[in-house]
């Protein structure tokens, strides 16, 4: 998935000034990730067949941690690993084809928005179809840019016809669009009784299911795969290769990725002190000289490769225990 952020929806503005979400798969901050398990009745002209949302659990009750326990041995590597692709490339919405994923929810989430406008004009309000503000890297990194999207929500016609109605009124819109009278409301009942309300943007979810959805069902199981990746015996070893190689050039780092914290930490630091762009300009040429180093050391360690095999083992491993939530 590339690195860009949604800015948030269905919140008042004045919210959402400077906050993102990261990731693509969030279509709302109140509802991410949450089942949404009514039945809906209303359907919209544009969504040709309606699909239920699967609540399915495990198989055989099998919890992630039996599948993939960082404590067990390290499988023996299969010889012909590395002429295998990964089960899970078969299924959308897992990372292994990111850009047509986020094509694919900008489509789900246009039909879902147009959706939200029929079902909310039957309940007396006007919504007008807004799909998220994606902020990409470089409109982040450019100041006009991020302002220009900035005013380009705060332009957002549904804020302004927000902001003409009562108190009393807001409260039931909010009510309609995500089944609670106040969306920044704090209590976690509260956001669990909106989940299964029948909100316009649930029905719009149970309707129109994001290609994520399957991702974000099965998220703690994903987790437990990832950490076991990550402490696989095999890339552990690779990662200390990677470290002396890495000590032999004075540069003293526990991982790749911590050397990218590093950078970004001293980075971050550098901005918050309005540090001078010399100063920002000799960071930035130490950590380069770091990064070309690494990517020496990492060739050298052949940690691509070997996560590639240790990944597509464990994603197999995945795909043959949850088989059934995934062809559902």
Request: with cysteine; charged share 25%; proline share 5%.
């Amino acid at each position: 998935m590339k690195n860009s952020e949604v800015m948030k929806k269905y919140v008042p503005f004045s919210v959402v000034v400077g906050v993102c979400i990261i990731g693509v798969s969030i279509y709302s901050a109140l509802f991410q990730e949450r089942e949404l398990k009514r039945t809906p009745q209303l359907i919209s002209p544009l969504v040709k067949e309606k699909t239920s949302v699967s609540n399915t659990k495990p198989m055989n009750n099998q919890k992630s941690d039996e599948v993939f326990s960082a404590k067990e041995p390290t499988p023996t590597p299969d010889a012909s690993l590395s002429n295998r692709e990964s089960k899970l490339a078969e299924y959308p919405g897992f990372g292994h084809n990111s850009e047509q994923d986020e094509e694919t929810f900008s489509e789900e989430e246009l039909a879902r928005e147009h959706f939200v406008a029929d079902c909310m004009a039957q309940r007396g309000f006007e919504y007008t179809p807004s799909p998220s503000i994606v902020v990409d890297d470089a409109t982040a990194q450019d100041p006009e840019a991020f302002e220009r999207l900035l005013q380009e929500a705060a332009s957002d016609p549904n804020e302004k016809y927000l902001q003409g109605l009562s108190h009393t009124e807001q409260e039931a819109y909010y009510l309609a669009l995500v089944g609670m009278k106040d969306p920044n409301a704090q209590e976690a009942i509260e956001h669990e009784a909106a989940s299964f309300s029948d909100s316009c943007v649930n029905q719009a979810f149970s309707i129109i299911p994001s290609v994520y959805e399957k991702r974000n069902a099965l998220r703690e199981e994903i987790d437990q795969m990832e950490l076991a990746i990550l402490q696989d015996d095999r890339l552990s070893l690779a990662n200390d290769q990677w470290t002396r190689c890495m000590s032999d050039a004075q540069l003293y780092y526990s991982s790749p990725q911590a050397l990218l914290a590093a950078a970004d930490q001293e980075m971050a630091q550098l901005l918050s002190q309005n540090a001078s762009v010399e100063a920002i300009t000799a960071s930035r040429q130490i950590h380069t000289a770091a990064y070309e180093m690494s990517h020496r050391c990492y060739q050298q360690a052949d940690i691509a490769e070997i996560t590639r095999e240790v990944r597509i083992e464990y994603e197999n491993r995945f795909v043959d225990a949850y088989q059934k939530q995934l062809d559902h």
